[in-house]
C-alpha cells in the first residue's frame, strides 16, 4: 500500500535528507511515529524524480517494522510504501 504522509525531515548543507518523524492523516488524529532508524537508498527512477528511504519504527506494540518512504523532489511529497496488514 502507498499513502501519502506528512514527514518532518532534517535537510543539511551538503544536500542530504533524513526523515525524522512520520504522520499519517493529521485530521484523523493519528499520532506522529518517530523514525527510529533511515537508510538511503538509491533514486529509483532514471531521472532521479525521487528518493526512497528504508526506515524502522515501532508499531502499537512495540514491535519493530520497516517501511519504505519514497519522497519526490518535484512535488515535495512523501509517500509511506507498506504492507496493508501492518499495523501502527
Known sequence: MEKLANVIANFNTAGRVRPLWLQFDP???TLPIKILEATT??????????????????????????????????????????NNSTEF
Open 41 to 82: 537508498g538509491q533514486a529509483e527512477s532514471s531521472s532521479g524524480r525521487y528518493m526512497t528511504y528504508i526506515c524502522k519504527v515501532k508499531n502499537k506494540y512495540n514491535n519493530d517494522i520497516e517501511i519504505k518512504l519514497r519522497h519526490y523532489k518535484k512535488e515535495d511529497k512523501w509517500y509511506a510504501i507498506y
Open 27 to 29: 485530521l484523523e488524529e
